[in-house]
């Protein structure tokens, strides 16, 4: 790798270009980036932290050693609070001893004044509690506190986080389940997949406290985000295993999606339908 040429695009701040050639040359465009992040300004550290973060989600065992630099960066610049922890979260969210490592500071930013850190915080608290929800159950008060937000993205931020949580433990967020519904009706659907997801794990366990709200769940299986479909599709297959009666009216779209051009939709689709089947 040219390290001048990563230089020369963090210099023009070419992101973009920066994160496929992150992807090219992984370990040692890390490093590089890493080193890089100590030394810039402002604008392009964020710039690398999120390229770092997103990278990071799909490659996480290439990142995570380095969260004690980006932990640094953040005391020393607290102007980077919200990226640097949409980073973290994306980076530690598969390794327990790491997660353990960030969430004091993430606990911090979750109470913060500041709306736009509460939202990245939420988010960041949401991706370690999908593996290991024992580690943030001290943090779901706030989490249900902020479904009653005035402001719309933090009422998403803290229902999308709630809905990581609820996928593996469904049991923690089963009371406020008709809360989460609530927030879903006037939510984007780009910050809704959480939630749609979570329906599945509900569901599955709590049948009767999905009931009258399938028909906003069966909704978005036409919904135009890719994210929210697929998640829509694999809650709808998992509820359909054990309570087949709620998902009838599903059918028909399912069966139209399993011919869907979108091959992971397709595919999803089918084993949903095989899934119920049973």
Do not use: W
């Not at 809360?179 to 979570?198: D, I, P, R, W, Y």
Request: contains cysteine; glycine residues 8%; charged residues 25%.
């Amino acid at each position: 790798m040219d390290n001048r040429q990563l230089e020369e695009m963090l210099a023009r701040k070419r992101f973009g270009e920066v994160s496929k050639l992150l992807y090219q040359h992984r370990e040692e465009a890390v490093r590089e980036l890493i080193r890089l992040l100590d030394t810039s300004d402002d604008e392009t550290q964020r710039g690398i932290l999120n390229v770092l973060g997103r990278y990071g989600f799909d490659h996480p065992e290439d990142v995570f050693g380095h969260t004690g630099t980006i932990m640094k960066l953040l005391n020393d610049n607290p102007g980077l609070k919200s990226e640097g922890v949409c980073a973290l979260g994306n980076l530690v969210f598969n390794y327990r001893n790491k997660s353990e490592e960030v969430l004091p500071i993430l606990r911090v930013m979750l109470n913060e004044p500041d709306l736009f850190i509460r939202q990245d915080a939420a988010y960041a608290i949401g991706n370690i509690g999908f593996n290991f929800p024992d580690l943030v159950e001290d943090q779901l008060p706030q989490l249900f506190r902020m479904l009653d937000s005035d402001s719309e993205d933090e009422r998403e931020a803290g229902a999308h986080a709630l809905g990581k949580i609820g996928v593996n433990s469904p049991e923690l967020i089963k009371e406020h389940f008709p809360q989460l519904v609530s927030v879903l009706k006037h939510a984007k659907e780009t910050s809704c997949g959480g939630v749609v997801f979570a329906f599945g794990a509900i569901g599955f366990n709590y049948p009767e406290l999905v009931r009258e709200h399938m028909p906003q769940l069966i909704s978005y299986l036409q919904g135009r985000d890719p994210t929210v479909v697929k998640n829509a599709i694999m809650a709808i297959g998992i509820i359909g295993m054990t309570s087949p009666e709620l998902i009838e009216d599903a059918i028909p779209y399912l069966e139209k999606l399993s011919r869907s051009d979108d091959k992971e939709i397709g595919l999803n689709a089918m084993v949903a339908m095989t899934r119920i089947s049973k």
